[in-house]
């Protein structure tokens, strides 16, 4: 009797292992947990490209794309009157090395204008080679990231 139970025991176990082996991990990281009227009524981003999907040690990468400004803002998130745009990335793989606005480069954080479509471009190097999910998002002041 003691050893059935043994062998049913061991048999559950081997079942559950091979089920978690074909699970994949997720790739995203969590953009979708921001509540919808901020996602879709504050930075509307469009035509985002990035210039290849794998990099190696310092090897350039370019996020490049578009975005437009709400203009019915909403009153719960903080004006965009110092915002940061930035890449986010799962730790320190790349490294930002320009950073265009509007054909301009630009280093600093900018106040942008409800109802404002602007173009960017953000030239970045790779530090750890690799395949990751990057995307562009901006860091406002007193507020939440704004990420497409």
Same mark, same amino acid.
């Not at 995203?28 to 040690?57: C, N």
């Not at 986010?88 to 109802?115: D, F, Y």
């Given at each position: 009797?003691?050893?059935?139970?043994?062998?049913?025991?061991?048999?559950?176990?081997?079942?559950?292992?091979?089920?978690?082996?074909?699970?994949?991990?997720?790739?995203?990281?969590?953009?979708?947990?921001?509540?919808?009227?901020?996602?879709?009524?504050?930075?509307?981003?469009?035509?985002?490209?990035?210039?290849?999907?794998? =990099? +190696?040690?310092?090897?350039?990468?370019?996020?490049? %794309? $578009?975005? #437009?400004?709400?203009?019915?803002?909403?009153?719960?998130?903080?004006?965009?009157?110092?915002?940061?745009?930035?890449?986010?990335?799962?730790?320190?793989?790349?490294?930002?090395?320009?950073?265009?606005?509007?054909?301009?480069?630009?280093?600093?954080?900018?106040?942008?204008?409800?109802?404002?479509?602007?173009? =960017? +471009?953000?030239?970045?190097?790779?530090?750890?080679? %690799? $395949?990751? #999910?990057?995307?562009?998002?901006?860091?406002?002041?007193?507020?939440?990231?704004?990420?497409?």
């Amino acid at each position: 009797m003691k050893i059935r139970i043994t062998k049913w025991v061991y048999t559950i176990g081997l079942i559950i292992i091979g089920l978690g082996g074909p699970v994949q991990t997720a790739l995203a990281h969590g953009e979708k947990a921001l509540e919808p009227f901020i996602r879709m009524r504050t930075i509307q981003w469009y035509d985002v490209a990035w210039s290849k999907q794998q =990099f +190696k040690v310092n090897e350039e990468v370019t996020v490049s %794309g $578009r975005f #437009h400004v709400a203009e019915d803002w909403p009153v719960s998130v903080p004006k965009p009157d110092a915002a940061f745009l930035n890449v986010s990335t799962p730790g320190p793989v790349l490294i930002r090395t320009e950073r265009w606005l509007n054909g301009k480069p630009w280093v600093n954080s900018v106040a942008l204008q409800p109802g404002g479509d602007y173009e =960017f +471009k953000i030239v970045l190097k790779g530090r750890l080679p %690799g $395949r990751y #999910h990057i995307h562009p998002f901006f860091n406002l002041k007193d507020a939440v990231s704004m990420a497409p």
